[in-house]
């Protein structure tokens, strides 16, 4: 087993998940900065949200945070958005 994470591309199936699905502006990205905040500089996070707003939301709050924003895929009606936290504090407030 090897320490390495997984290419930005490619997600693994161990990745925290928040579903946001069903919720709007600005709640997926406030769920998604409280998880951000319980893990580990480094760690990958999925975030699925329905709210067209997220498609713009969240890359902002990922360059405003210092997060890395990794992968947007669409599909079913939902996006998803995988990000990596960045090596900061995060704040929750």
Known sequence: M???PPPADHPSAD???VDAA???CPLPV???RKRL???APGTVLRLIA???AAVI???HFCAEAGHDLLTVH???GARVFRIRRGPGPVRTR
């Open 2 to 4: 090897s320490d390495t």
């Open 22 to 24: 069903g919720l709007l």
């Open 50 to 52: 329905t709210d067209p």
């Open 74 to 76: 669409e599909g079913d």
């Open 30 to 32: 406030l769920r998604a």
């Open 15 to 17: 990745e925290p998940e």
């Open 37 to 39: 905040a319980a893990m």
């Open 57 to 59: 939301d969240v890359p």
